[in-house]
């Protein structure tokens, strides 16, 4: 998020659902199954890298 608020680039909140399902915890291997990917819309650095965590993982907890 600092190189965000450094550079001015949009931070893009993206949500993975279901990762853990298909990932074999042992071989780290994936195995068949559903994975469900949801992005978000750009969040605008806000000038404190902090604050545009927590509105980057609001979104994120939106998207879930």
Known sequence: FRLAEREG???VPIAIE???RVLNE???MGRPGVVTVCVGE???PSGD?????ARARAEID???
């Open 49 to 53: 890298a902090k604050a545009t965590c």
């Open 26 to 28: 042992q071989t780290r």
């Open 18 to 20: 279901g990762a853990w």
């Open 42 to 44: 750009p969040i605008q």
């Open 9 to 11: 680039v949009p931070v």
């Open 62 to 64: 939106l998207l879930l």
